[in-house]
């Protein structure tokens, strides 16, 4: 039984891992980190990511420009650069760590010890991947929320929005964290792995509540 919840929890955890770092990938290198509408000319939708700029025009054509020199960037959109390709090295790591040391799999099954290690380091890459990923996706949020509200800036001007990026970085971090931390649990005892998995889902809950109380503050604000 104590065998059953521990390839469960090493399961799932493997897998919510596994769909943060797909997701921190796409993140990485689609332009759609922010957004911008110009409402003298409606026909065209601005977005901006870590590599491009893109021009979405209402008859369907897309024309993407990358960014000049990386010096030249703006200091959030460098070290967010760096931070998300750590992240994507990371996750593909952690992976790998944490692959023989899944209970059913027939490497290292004579040495139950280098698995639990197998274990541990595999949810630590992931959840530094996860950290990684939260940190610059955070940052570029926050210097569009001041922006946004910045009362220098004449009304008329257009301002930077989310774009669909953001809110799939905040995921792909929350679900590297997650699994890295579920697979860190699985290595432990079956009591410990309970206890472990009740305080994950207690601040999941958590993080969650606070994300949806911080969006709806915001609302209001903005009404």
């Not at 996706?137 to 008329?156: G, H």
């Amino acid at each position: 039984m104590a065998g059953s919840w521990r390839a469960k929890a090493q399961a799932g955890g493997l897998l919510l891992a596994l769909l943060g770092w797909v997701s921190s990938c796409v993140t990485t290198f689609v332009p759609l980190w922010k957004s911008l509408n110009l409402e003298l000319n409606e026909l065209e939708v601005w977005s901006m990511g870590l590599w491009q700029v893109c021009i979405a025009r209402e008859e369907g054509v897309v024309e993407c420009r990358a960014h000049g020199s990386f010096l030249a960037l703006p200091p959030e959109l460098r070290v967010s650069r760096l931070l998300m390709c750590l992240s994507n090295g990371l996750g593909l790591l952690g992976a790998l760590l944490a692959a023989p040391g899944l209970e059913g799999w027939t490497p290292c099954e004579d040495k139950p010890r280098l698995k639990r290690r197998l274990l541990l380091a595999g949810g630590a890459t992931f959840g530094t991947a996860g950290m990684a990923t939260l940190a610059p996706v955070s940052w570029v949020a926050y210097n569009t929320v001041l922006d946004f509200w910045d009362s220098s800036v004449p009304d008329i001007v257009p301002r930077w929005e989310f774009g669909e990026a953001t809110f799939l970085g905040w995921f792909a971090g929350a679900f590297l964290a997650a699994g890295g931390l579920l697979l860190a649990c699985s290595a432990r005892s079956t009591t410990k792995l309970l206890s472990c998995i009740h305080y994950l889902c207690k601040e999941v809950r958590g993080h969650l509540v606070g994300l949806l109380n911080h969006f709806f503050h915001l609302f209001l604000t903005w009404l």
